[in-house]
């Protein structure tokens, strides 16, 4: 189990149970012997709510990846197939089933969705000739996976897209669905805040769908006292800033997924077996579960190495106590510590190596010049010019994502471009990368990442009233949320803070100016009675607890800075779920034509 | 101009007709830049073509920057030129590729490769 998972305000451990029971009861229709067969982008999502053992528990006797080729010889009685409701996918169900029946026909054959069971994907396996084939079709509705103790994620990575550039609204209907499970299981949430164009709209199907479900009383008292919706595009300029935590910079450099990052594995060869090289990426798991990077996680980069070089000292230190240990009492206890202190060494030499790593990559010149051209813009310095430096890396090609993101930071922070230099960015662009970016220039267009001058959007009002810019930042004991870019504090948490403190009256105008919708409202007039789910803070005062939910996406460096609010002590406490997490280059790569 | 799609046909003749189409729709939808580029690729493919026939090398998949960048790689260095002269490449770009000449032939293919 995941015990790491209860320990915040709220036990969001609760969630996981539930989608385990959940998932358990499906795979108990299939009395017998199954085989599961998965769609590869759900394997890792699911690990993270129910492990093999389990799964073996309940008859699984093998697994699969879904492939095209024909499934490996198996004496199961069920197949279940796991995927995603993909067309694509349903080609190759079918070609799986078919090629099975062809062999020995004793077999069931069942799918189920996730998250949930599309029309089309059924219509398309009537057509390819294998519905009927089909015993059982049901839905697994994972519509949130608890990834900390304070992380619900939708794991749904191309939301901004769908909504966006596909005007495609389904994801907004799944994040009202995953608020109503979250209200199911905490009580219903008496504030309803949201900035941002989905907002209004979430936050009316989340009010149906509370009514439609009937039976829920409404003197359910909540553990969550306020909801704040917030669409990523009321902020897109925190994700174009480079994140400077520890976790903000192994996303940016390495990406990570379902809690996993890979490193290369040079770095992490033991000497013991050095003649047989390592070839597979080194995976290593990033979660609150590790100690060592749960103090890490939220830290600039600049503080890392201090913290690593203590823990080194606390370790070493442990370790001579053997010597004073004189009893056979003291040696027994210090015994009994030895797997602890192993465990910690071990974490120790992972994140040394990882945070190597990480410094190699932000020592070169590029990520500095980088660095300080977005510092630069944010401070609203030369923005309504071609930039030199980005001219620079057109002429000499550099990654088309790096160009982009710097041209839309440049875009946002000078409220759109003049018509000449937008024209002069596009021409170029298209001289350098080719003719098919033309689409490319256009989907950023058309979700307003990059643009012409004109609109309401004003960023140096924005940047002033919310302080989006602080000077003298102390990276290793900050005192202010921009220490996570170092130096300027990402707009969408000073929303947060200011909804905490003193309110968002006092932003009016501002929150005129930021894009999309204001919602601010009272879901439920009732006294909040509080009953922890997890470990109680006896004696203090019970503190607000705020649900902060990313539409479209949070980055890593977001979730610091809110930590850092939360670990303040003035009893606001919050807790994130967002549709999925975000940086420079995965909220751009999917608007580049390939 | 919601003819976008017509850009991904792959065999030439098929290639020359949708980007046809695609300028009459951009011209249509007053979109001026999108006409503009796609008269530019129509004529930059037309300079490709020339081209492979040319060098027996395949250029047509390239963009600009990368055409050039394999002329004054390999010294046609007035092959270049024609096309720098044609689309009134700005001078700032075509200092940075004088270095890529100077580069070549100098033989500094390493740095060539770090460019």
Same mark, same amino acid.
């Given at each position: 189990?995941?015990?790491?998972?209860?320990?915040?305000?709220?036990?969001?451990?609760?969630?996981?149970?539930?989608?385990?029971?959940?998932?358990?009861?499906?795979?108990?229709?299939?009395?017998?012997?199954?085989?599961?067969?998965?769609?590869?982008?759900?394997?890792?999502?699911?690990?993270?709510?129910?492990?093999?053992?389990?799964?073996?528990?309940?008859?699984?006797?093998?697994?699969?990846?879904?492939?095209?080729?024909?499934?490996?010889?198996?004496?199961?009685?069920?197949?279940?197939?796991?995927?995603?409701?993909?067309?694509?996918?349903?080609?190759?169900?079918?070609?799986?089933?078919?090629?099975?029946?062809?062999?020995?026909?004793?077999?069931?054959?069942?799918?189920?969705?996730?998250?949930?069971?599309?029309?089309?994907?059924?219509?398309?396996?009537?057509?390819?000739?294998?519905?009927?084939?089909?015993?059982?079709?049901?839905?697994?509705?994972?519509?949130?996976?608890?990834?900390?103790?304070?992380?619900?994620?939708?794991?749904?990575?191309?939301?901004?897209?769908?909504?966006?550039?596909?005007?495609?609204?389904?994801?907004?209907?799944?994040?009202?669905?995953?608020?109503?499970?979250?209200?199911?299981?905490?009580?219903?949430?008496?504030?309803?805040?949201?900035?941002?164009?989905?907002?209004?709209?979430?936050?009316?199907?989340?009010?149906?769908?509370?009514?439609?479900?009937?039976?829920?009383?409404?003197?359910?008292?909540?553990?969550?006292?306020?909801?704040?919706?917030?669409?990523?595009?009321?902020?897109?300029?925190?994700?174009?800033?480079?994140?400077?935590?520890?976790?903000?910079?192994?996303?940016?450099?390495?990406?990570?997924?379902?809690?996993?990052?890979?490193?290369?594995?040079?770095?992490?060869?033991?000497?013991?077996?050095?003649?047989?090289?390592?070839?597979?990426?080194?995976?290593?798991?990033?979660?609150?579960?590790?100690?060592?990077?749960?103090?890490?996680?939220?830290?600039?980069?600049?503080?890392?190495?201090?913290?690593?070089?203590?823990?080194?000292?606390?370790?070493?230190?442990?370790?001579?106590?053997?010597?004073?240990?004189?009893?056979?009492?003291?040696?027994?206890?210090?015994?009994?510590?030895?797997?602890?202190?192993?465990?910690?060494?071990?974490?120790?030499?992972?994140?040394?190596?990882?945070?190597?790593?990480?410094?190699?990559?932000?020592?070169?010149?590029?990520?500095?010049?980088?660095?300080?051209?977005?510092?630069?813009?944010?401070?609203?310095?030369?923005?309504?010019?071609?930039?030199?430096?980005?001219?620079?890396?057109?002429?000499?090609?550099?990654?088309?994502?790096?160009?982009?993101?710097?041209?839309?930071?440049?875009?946002?922070?000078?409220?759109?471009?003049?018509?000449?230099?937008?024209?002069?960015?596009?021409?170029?662009?298209?001289?350098?990368?080719?003719?098919?970016?033309?689409?490319?220039?256009?989907?950023?267009?058309?979700?307003?990442?990059?643009?012409?001058?004109?609109?309401?959007?004003?960023?140096?009002?924005?940047?002033?009233?919310?302080?989006?810019?602080?000077?003298?930042?102390?990276?290793?004991?900050?005192?202010?949320?921009?220490?996570?870019?170092?130096?300027?504090?990402?707009?969408?948490?000073?929303?947060?803070?200011?909804?905490?403190?003193?309110?968002?009256?006092?932003?009016?105008?501002?929150?005129?100016?930021?894009?999309?919708?204001?919602?601010?409202?009272?879901?439920?007039?009732?006294?909040?009675?509080?009953?922890?789910?997890?470990?109680?803070?006896?004696?203090?005062?019970?503190?607000?607890?705020?649900?902060?939910?990313?539409?479209?996406?949070?980055?890593?460096?977001?979730?610091?800075?809110?930590?850092?609010?939360?670990?303040?002590?003035?009893?606001?406490?919050?807790?994130?779920?967002?549709?999925?997490?975000?940086?420079?280059?995965?909220?751009?790569?999917?608007?580049?034509?390939? | 101009?919601?003819?976008?799609?017509?850009?991904?046909?792959?065999?030439?003749?098929?290639?020359?007709?949708?980007?046809?189409?695609?300028?009459?729709?951009?011209?249509? +939808?007053?979109?001026?830049? +999108?006409?503009?580029?796609?008269?530019?690729?129509?004529?930059?493919?037309?300079?490709?073509?020339?081209?492979?026939?040319?060098?027996?090398?395949?250029?047509?998949?390239?963009?600009?920057?990368?055409?050039?960048?394999?002329?004054?790689?390999?010294?046609?260095?007035?092959?270049?030129?024609?096309?720098?002269?044609?689309?009134?490449?700005?001078?700032?770009?075509? +200092?940075?590729?004088?270095?890529?000449?100077?580069?070549?032939?100098? +033989?500094?293919?390493?740095?060539?490769?770090?460019?």
């Amino acid at each position: 189990s995941a015990p790491y998972l209860s320990t915040g305000c709220v036990n969001i451990g609760l969630i996981r149970e539930e989608s385990r029971r959940e998932l358990l009861q499906l795979l108990d229709k299939f009395h017998g012997s199954k085989a599961l067969v998965w769609d590869s982008a759900l394997t890792e999502q699911i690990s993270l709510i129910a492990e093999y053992s389990l799964l073996k528990e309940r008859g699984v006797d093998r697994m699969f990846p879904l492939r095209g080729s024909r499934l490996p010889k198996s004496s199961v009685q069920h197949v279940v197939f796991v995927t995603r409701p993909v067309l694509a996918l349903m080609d190759l169900i079918a070609h799986n089933i078919k090629k099975e029946e062809e062999g020995d026909g004793r077999k069931e054959y069942h799918i189920i969705f996730v998250p949930w069971k599309s029309f089309l994907c059924i219509q398309k396996l009537e057509d390819l000739g294998v519905f009927g084939a089909l015993t059982h079709m049901e839905e697994y509705r994972l519509d949130l996976i608890a990834l900390d103790s304070d992380i619900l994620s939708m794991e749904n990575p191309s939301c901004f897209y769908d909504v966006n550039i596909d005007e495609d609204g389904t994801s907004l209907y799944l994040v009202a669905k995953a608020i109503t499970r979250i209200q199911k299981q905490y009580g219903r949430i008496p504030m309803l805040y949201g900035k941002g164009k989905s907002c209004k709209s979430i936050c009316s199907l989340v009010q149906k769908m509370w009514i439609e479900q009937g039976d829920q009383s409404e003197d359910d008292h909540s553990q969550i006292d306020r909801l704040l919706i917030i669409d990523r595009t009321a902020d897109l300029i925190t994700p174009l800033v480079t994140q400077l935590t520890y976790e903000g910079l192994i996303d940016e450099v390495y990406g990570i997924s379902n809690t996993g990052a890979s490193f290369p594995p040079e770095k992490f060869q033991t000497s013991s077996k050095s003649d047989d090289l390592m070839t597979e990426k080194k995976k290593i798991i990033l979660t609150s579960k590790d100690d060592l990077f749960a103090q890490l996680r939220d830290c600039n980069f600049n503080a890392v190495g201090p913290t690593l070089k203590k823990e080194a000292k606390s370790i070493s230190e442990k370790y001579e106590e053997r010597h004073s240990a004189k009893t056979v009492g003291e040696m027994k206890q210090f015994v009994s510590q030895m797997p602890q202190m192993q465990q910690a060494k071990a974490s120790l030499a992972v994140h040394t190596n990882i945070a190597e790593l990480i410094k190699e990559y932000t020592d070169e010149d590029d990520f500095m010049d980088s660095l300080s051209t977005q510092q630069d813009f944010l401070n609203g310095i030369g923005t309504d010019k071609v930039n030199p430096y980005i001219e620079n890396c057109l002429f000499r090609k550099q990654p088309l994502l790096k160009v982009l993101r710097l041209l839309c930071l440049q875009c946002i922070t000078n409220n759109g471009f003049k018509p000449k230099v937008l024209e002069y960015y596009k021409h170029e662009f298209i001289q350098t990368y080719g003719y098919k970016h033309l689409i490319t220039l256009n989907k950023l267009e058309k979700c307003g990442l990059i643009r012409a001058q004109g609109g309401q959007w004003n960023y140096n009002t924005v940047q002033k009233s919310l302080r989006l810019l602080v000077e003298d930042i102390n990276e290793k004991e900050p005192q202010d949320i921009a220490y996570v870019h170092s130096g300027y504090a990402p707009l969408s948490i000073r929303l947060a803070q200011i909804l905490s403190h003193p309110g968002w009256r006092s932003i009016d105008e501002v929150l005129r100016i930021i894009p999309g919708p204001t919602v601010s409202g009272i879901q439920q007039f009732k006294p909040k009675k509080k009953w922890q789910g997890s470990v109680s803070s006896e004696g203090s005062s019970p503190s607000v607890v705020t649900l902060v939910f990313f539409v479209g996406g949070v980055t890593y460096a977001e979730v610091s800075a809110l930590r850092f609010l939360s670990g303040k002590p003035d009893g606001n406490e919050y807790l994130v779920a967002t549709t999925n997490f975000i940086n420079a280059n995965s909220l751009l790569k999917p608007m580049v034509e390939t | 101009c919601h003819i976008h799609n017509s850009f991904d046909t792959f065999r030439s003749d098929e290639r020359l007709i949708s980007l046809h189409s695609a300028q009459e729709n951009f011209s249509r +939808g007053r979109d001026d830049f +999108g006409a503009k580029m796609t008269e530019e690729q129509l004529y930059l493919l037309a300079e490709q073509n020339k081209l492979e026939q040319e060098l027996d090398e395949s250029f047509v998949e390239k963009s600009l920057h990368d055409t050039m960048y394999n002329l004054l790689k390999t010294n046609h260095i007035k092959r270049a030129e024609h096309l720098r002269k044609q689309f009134k490449v700005s001078d700032k770009r075509w +200092g940075w590729w004088v270095r890529i000449t100077a580069l070549a032939e100098q +033989g500094h293919f390493t740095e060539l490769e770090a460019f």
